[in-house]
């Protein structure tokens, strides 16, 4: 029997639970390929859709999230093949359409997609063994995946261009203080952390979580003003729901708030 691609569980206990999915390709270090992508994509629209689900955590395990896109697969492609199938485009970028949040909990090599993976996750918690890098250029390519552009708007042009041309890898204390990672932890406490990081999450009003997350990738993504403007439209919808009623009038009776998801 093959191993599954991926493998997922349900962790907590609240209205709304965390949906883990673990890459399970340890022999190749997580490599990733077409057939892991279809079935990760699919399975992060499926918790996107559940209501019972209100956070995503991706992780690998303690030696690798991802070693990058499967390599002995990528050999055999040319032109035609990666531009005629539209590689990478077609089921790779699925993250990006899931409204609740994700994060990336992340241990041991996180290369080329993996890394490009971990950046489309909305935070990232790494153990203290983590290693970051885009070393596509030794295999004579470049990152294909968002490196290119994710990795300075994270860490600056002159860390990403010493990355991509290089080829070289950064320790995790190198990617928290250049701002890739939001926070560095013991690597056997990876998984406990990014599970209560998400459990927080889960006790929040889904609606105010998903357009909090499409303001910051706003901030991410474009101009300063644009920027600003959705924030204040996003601002002014979110008193039209009633989970700003309860959240402020559990504040102001000294109460938990009972969020309702709408
Ligand atoms: N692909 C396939 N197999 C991999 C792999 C990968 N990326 N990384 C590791 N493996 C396999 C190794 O071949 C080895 O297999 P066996 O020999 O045991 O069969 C096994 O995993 C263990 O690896 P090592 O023996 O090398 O382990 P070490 O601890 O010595 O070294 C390492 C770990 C991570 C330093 C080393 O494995 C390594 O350098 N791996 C390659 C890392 C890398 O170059 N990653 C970037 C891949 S390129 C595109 C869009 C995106 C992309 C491409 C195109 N388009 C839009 C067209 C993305 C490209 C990439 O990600």
Same mark, same amino acid.
């Given at each position: ?11 907590? /206990? ?19 390929? /077409?057939?892991?992508?279809?079935? @990760?994509? *699919?399975?992060?629209?499926?918790? /996107? ?54 994060? +990336? ?7 080329? %997609? ?19 890098? *885009? ?10 995946? %968002? ?21 070289? @890898?950064?320790?995790?204390?190198? +990617? ?19 599970? +209560? ?8 009003? %889904? ?14 993504? %474009? ?40």
């Amino acid at each position: 029997m093959t191993e599954p691609l991926i493998l997922t569980e349900i962790h907590g /206990d609240g209205a709304r639970r965390t949906a883990l999915i673990r890459i399970n390709r340890p022999k190749q270090l997580n490599a990733l390929n /077409d057939a892991l992508m279809v079935e @990760m994509g *699919q399975a992060l629209i499926g918790f /996107d859709r559940d209501d019972s689900i209100g956070c995503i955590v991706i992780t690998g395990n303690e030696k690798a999230f991802a070693a990058g896109a499967d390599i002995a697969a990528m050999a055999k492609y040319d032109y035609m093949h990666v531009h005629q199938t539209e590689y990478i485009t077609r089921n790779w970028e699925t993250l990006l359409q899931v409204r609740k949040p994700v994060i +990336a909990a992340v241990a041991g090599f996180a290369l080329g %997609g993996g890394c490009e993976l971990a950046m489309m996750c909305d935070f990232i918690i790494a153990a203290d063994n983590a290693k970051f890098g *885009q070393p596509e250029i030794k295999l004579g390519i470049i990152p294909g995946a %968002g490196g290119t552009q994710r990795l300075p708007r994270a860490v600056g042009k002159a860390k990403t261009m010493d990355l991509v041309l290089t080829g070289r @890898m950064m320790d995790v204390q190198e +990617a928290e203080r250049s701002g890739l990672v939001s926070r560095v932890v013991p690597a056997d406490k990876l998984l406990e952390e990014a599970l +209560a990081a998400a459990a927080a999450i889960c006790a929040y009003s %889904g609606p105010s979580l998903a357009l909090a997350k499409a303001c910051v990738n706003k901030a991410f993504e %474009g101009g300063l003003r644009d920027g600003i403007d959705h924030e204040r439209r996003i601002f002014h919808s979110l008193f039209a729901t009633e989970d700003q009623k309860e959240g402020m009038d559990a504040f102001l009776n000294k109460r938990a708030p009972r969020f309702r998801q709408r």
